[in-house]
């Protein structure tokens, strides 16, 4: 398979976190770099030989990837990072920022891409907002959130699926995991990559 820049988009409670997590689970082999920052050590990337992929940051809880990166600056370091020192791998990015916005991460991939080669496709996982809403619930044990911020948000993914489709720049893959048990989220998912139109 071609090298991939494979950024996760979706709302919360779309299940974009699962595949970063069932990727480091499956390889025992994983492992965290860290680098220093503002005087202290930040953990950068999650490594996973076996399946040759980089995860742009770590997973030790459900908020993870690009949830804890400060700021975009930070997070195109890090992938140019990932990039040089791996190059035989795929990378993958999935945080709310690079789920929710547009132009700003658009403007990126194409920078990498034009730069090192490597091909970028954005992945929406897109179940029904209402069984984002349910997984959200289960998640907190019931304690009440913002649920017209997720519809909002959710509502965002489906006007970024139609920029990035007129845009025609990258592959786009569109999925509906509302079905998907766990077991079979990952085989899903290199599913998908496998059979995209490059």
Same mark, same amino acid.
């Given at each position: 398979?071609?090298?991939?820049?494979?950024?996760?988009?979706?709302?919360?409670?779309? @299940?974009?976190? &699962?595949?970063?997590?069932?990727?480091?689970?499956?390889?025992?082999?994983?492992?965290?770099?860290?680098?220093?920052?503002?005087?202290?050590?930040?953990?950068?990337? &999650?490594?996973?030989?076996?399946?040759?992929?980089?995860?742009?940051?770590?997973?030790?809880?459900?908020?993870? @990837?690009?949830?804890?990166?400060?700021?975009?600056?930070?997070?195109?370091?890090?992938?140019?990072?990932?990039?040089?020192?791996?190059?035989?791998?795929?990378?993958?990015?999935?945080?709310?920022?690079?789920?929710?916005?547009?132009?700003?991460?658009?403007?990126?991939?194409?920078?990498?891409?034009?730069?090192? @080669?490597?091909?970028?496709?954005?992945?929406?996982?897109?179940?029904?907002?209402?069984?984002?809403?349910?997984?959200?619930?289960?998640?907190?044990?019931?304690?009440?959130?913002?649920?017209?911020? #997720?519809?909002?948000?959710?509502?965002?993914?489906?006007? @970024?699926?139609?920029?990035?489709?007129?845009?025609?720049?990258?592959?786009?893959? #569109? #999925? $509906?995991?509302?079905? &998907?048990?766990?077991?079979?989220?990952?085989?899903?998912?290199?599913?998908?990559?496998?059979?995209? $139109?490059?």
């Amino acid at each position: 398979m071609k090298r991939l820049l494979i950024n996760i988009r979706g709302t919360n409670g779309s @299940g974009k976190s &699962t595949i970063p997590i069932l990727l480091i689970q499956s390889d025992d082999e994983s492992y965290v770099i860290s680098k220093p920052y503002k005087q202290r050590m930040k953990k950068i990337l &999650t490594i996973c030989p076996n399946h040759k992929i980089v995860i742009l940051g770590e997973y030790s809880n459900q908020t993870g @990837g690009l949830d804890k990166f400060p700021n975009k600056a930070f997070t195109e370091k890090v992938l140019r990072y990932a990039i040089n020192k791996f190059p035989e791998y795929s990378i993958i990015m999935e945080g709310i920022l690079a789920a929710t916005t547009y132009s700003t991460y658009a403007e990126l991939f194409k920078n990498v891409q034009d730069e090192y @080669g490597i091909q970028p496709v954005v992945y929406y996982f897109m179940p029904p907002v209402e069984t984002c809403i349910e997984r959200i619930k289960k998640r907190n044990g019931g304690k009440e959130f913002k649920e017209d911020l #997720v519809i909002a948000k959710y509502g965002m993914m489906k006007r @970024g699926i139609k920029k990035f489709d007129e845009a025609g720049d990258f592959p786009v893959v #569109v #999925v $509906d995991n509302s079905r &998907t048990k766990k077991s079979f989220a990952l085989q899903q998912f290199f599913d998908k990559l496998e059979h995209i $139109d490059l």
